[in-house]
């Protein structure tokens, strides 16, 4: 269970450092782009992944370049979201996504559809919704940025568990997929901080090269503890998705609550609480 915790918490700390990018002058994208350098390299020396597979017809390069285009956009909006709506309903939107590669299952993948998954999913939507609604009507300048970036990383993540999936389901190992699609997010995030520094909205600066170092040792860390966790409990997959899913939700909720006093309606704490119902009722089914 550790080994849980340990990817509970770098999840978390990835969520923490975008929020303390501004407090610290540090230009998000830029830092997101340098995550991929890290997360590139530690994965070729850690996970030292085989790109045999890669190299046959079969090989799901539209789905890899799907992954390659998404993850670092979908960075940008989680960074947007953790700025608008907070680390507790970013860290729940991001968990809940699973629900899409749920009911992609169903529909796209031919998976049987199970009554306890079903109210798993209804609960989980209604979560989404408690956590995004704006209650407080002082906060209307805000208002939309706090709950659109929220369902932007909840759409985009989803998207992402399904290429995901379907890369699996076509035999790549997780190691060459990690490695293909780092690879190919570095170019694009880069691709887009040019753009911006040509636009003259931002420049390369140190502190975000450092920040992106710290960002990208985060991102690593909660995958390489993940695939850890399953290798330890072989036997018990539902376990480490549940612990993990649910860890994220409550620890991030703390820290957002406690460490950077976020306010939260009575509503929105209502959908944090359904969101850790649904993520068990969805894996115990």
């Not at 670092?72 to 970013?90: C, E, K, N, Y």
């Not at 939507?125 to 995004?132: I, K």
């Not at 985060?218 to 997959?237: D, M, V």
């Not at 860890?247 to 359904?274: D, H, M, P, T």
């Amino acid at each position: 269970m550790s080994y849980i915790l340990l990817s509970v918490i770098c999840s978390v700390l990835v969520s923490v450092l975008l929020k303390l990018a501004r407090r610290f002058d540090v230009d998000a994208g830029q830092a997101i782009a340098w995550n991929y350098v890290v997360t590139s390299g530690l994965t070729a020396l850690v996970l030292h992944p085989s790109l045999a597979v890669l190299q046959s017809a079969q090989a799901p390069w539209l789905g890899l370049v799907g992954l390659g285009l998404l993850l670092p956009t979908i960075f940008l909006a989680l960074a947007a979201s953790v700025r608008h709506a907070g680390i507790v309903r970013s860290d729940a939107a991001q968990r809940l996504s699973l629900l899409i590669s749920l009911l992609a299952a169903f529909l796209l993948f031919g998976e049987p559809w199970v009554a306890l998954k079903g109210i798993g999913i209804a609960l989980g939507l209604l979560a989404l919704l408690c956590m995004v609604w704006r209650v407080d009507e002082k906060q209307a300048s805000v208002g939309v940025a706090a709950w659109v970036w929220p369902l932007v990383v909840f759409a985009g993540f989803g998207v992402i568990d399904i290429l995901f999936k379907r890369v699996a389901l076509a035999g790549v190992p997780l190691g060459a997929s990690l490695q293909v699609m780092f690879a190919l997010a570095l170019p694009v995030a880069f691709a887009l901080q040019l753009w911006r520094v040509a636009r003259k909205q931002t420049r390369f600066t140190l502190r975000s090269a450092w920040a992106g170092g710290l960002l990208g040792l985060a991102n690593f860390g909660n995958i390489l503890f993940y695939l850890r966790a399953h290798q330890a409990l072989p036997q018990h997959p539902s376990l480490v998705f549940a612990s993990m899913n649910i860890g994220v939700v409550a620890l991030g909720a703390l820290v957002g609550i406690l460490v950077f006093r976020e306010r939260l309606s009575r509503l929105n704490l209502f959908g944090v609480l359904l969101a850790v119902l649904a993520i068990v009722l969805i894996t115990h089914s």
